[in-house]
């Protein structure tokens, strides 16, 4: 409770220096959660990024659309490639696929741990009620000890989108229970973030974000980062981004930098080609 408690406080003064520095907005078209969900009547696909925020939206790909994230961050001892897969399989429903390909951490490289689950949207946003989401991923432990939890995990959380205006909020409240490498039984994790995101001039944004976990086990203690970082779409379907978060506290780096991709590739389920049907691709010889 009060790692949430510090988050809601210190997240007050990051929304208010964030907006101080955005300025004016131009009325430019952006590839983010509100314009998905708001989106036009054709059938044009818009990205819809979690990058670069630990948070999730509750917001979701449009049916049938494969999207993919991929990122690398570098801090003191430690780099990573991180890739996240998401698939609308069926409406309000995401299939997530997980990976870190590249891992290093104090010297130490190799593959990353890797993660499946879903996301599934409750209710959309109306009025004053907001988007409301659940999402589960189980994390797979194929990195060797030294580089990932040592044992299969389960993370649980609610996700809560709220516009205002060209103000987007993003809320998650979770739980994670991580299996003990050498023992049975899990420990017990909880996760909160804030994140905010406001469209600046012409493609670009920004966005912010406190999160934190809270103390896992004796030997691994509570964490809160501190993020910011600008994105640039450089089509609806196609998001760059870039930053860096600061260890607010805990067992992590002072300072990580990051960057990374959000591309849409295709509505797998309009790939299939269209046939013409034999009656009008046949037609009747002259005698």
Do not use: C
């Amino acid at each position: 409770m009060r790692i949430a408690v510090r988050i809601i406080l210190v997240s007050m003064g990051l929304f208010v220096t964030g907006t101080s520095l955005l300025g004016q907005t131009a009325d430019t078209t952006h590839a983010t959660p509100q314009n998905q969900q708001k989106g036009p009547a054709t059938d044009e696909i818009i990205a819809v990024p979690n990058r670069p925020t630990f948070a999730s939206t509750a917001e979701m790909v449009q049916l049938g659309v494969f999207e993919v994230e991929y990122g690398f961050e570098a801090a003191k001892g430690h780099q990573n490639i991180n890739g996240l897969l998401k698939w609308g399989a069926v409406k309000n429903l995401e299939l997530w696929f997980l990976n870190n390909p590249v891992e290093q951490d104090s010297g130490t490289a190799g593959l990353g741990d890797s993660g499946a689950g879903f996301k599934y949207k409750l209710f959309p946003q109306k009025k004053a009620r907001p988007t409301l989401a659940v999402l589960y991923i189980a994390t797979l432990p194929t990195a060797r000890p030294e580089l990932g939890v040592g044992a299969t995990a389960h993370l649980a959380q609610i996700l809560v989108s709220k516009d205002f205006g060209k103000h987007h909020f993003d809320v998650n409240e979770g739980v994670q229970f991580v299996g003990r490498p050498l023992s049975s039984g899990f420990d017990r994790t909880y996760f909160t973030a804030l994140s905010y995101f406001r469209p600046l001039r012409g493609k670009w944004g920004y966005t912010g974000e406190i999160a934190g976990f809270s103390r896992r086990n004796a030997t691994t203690s509570a964490t809160m980062t501190l993020l910011n970082a600008a994105t640039y779409s450089l089509s609806p379907r196609l998001v760059l981004d870039g930053g860096a978060y600061v260890a607010a506290y805990g067992q992590l780096p002072r300072v990580t930098v990051f960057a990374g991709v959000t591309y849409s590739i295709a509505n797998l389920y309009h790939l299939r080609p269209s046939h013409r049907s034999s009656s009008a691709s046949i037609s009747p010889s002259a005698n």
